[in-house]
């Protein structure tokens, strides 16, 4: 979200000639394109955060048990060859 915040204040030339955020502007009412930009990324924090907790929540357990998998199949590489 910080990159697009930075772009979009830094580029207003580029982010001007978006027909998507064109027509979100002029549907807003609001009399700066910054502000307009910058409360639309604020409203996309809470739904961005929530998205990358259920994704954490879900792919930490997925790692451990690919760890596990890797870490088992290490150790009877390890009695086959004897090696360590």
């Known amino acids: 979200m910080g990159t697009f915040a930075v772009i979009d204040n830094l580029f207003p030339?580029?982010?001007s000639h978006q027909p998507g955020k064109i027509d979100g502007f002029r549907a807003?009412?609001?009399?700066?394109?910054?502000?307009?930009?910058?409360?639309?990324?604020?409203?996309?924090?809470?739904g961005v955060a929530l998205l990358l907790a259920v994704a954490g929540a879900f792919l930490a357990p997925l790692g451990a048990i690919?760890?596990?998998?890797?870490?088992?199949?290490?150790?009877?590489?390890r009695r086959v060859t004897g090696r360590r």
């Open 28 to 46: 807003s009412g609001m009399t700066s394109a910054a502000g307009y930009l910058n409360a639309t990324l604020l409203a996309a924090v809470p």
């Open 13 to 15: 030339a580029i982010v």
């Open 66 to 77: 690919v760890d596990e998998e890797i870490g088992a199949t290490k150790a009877h590489w």
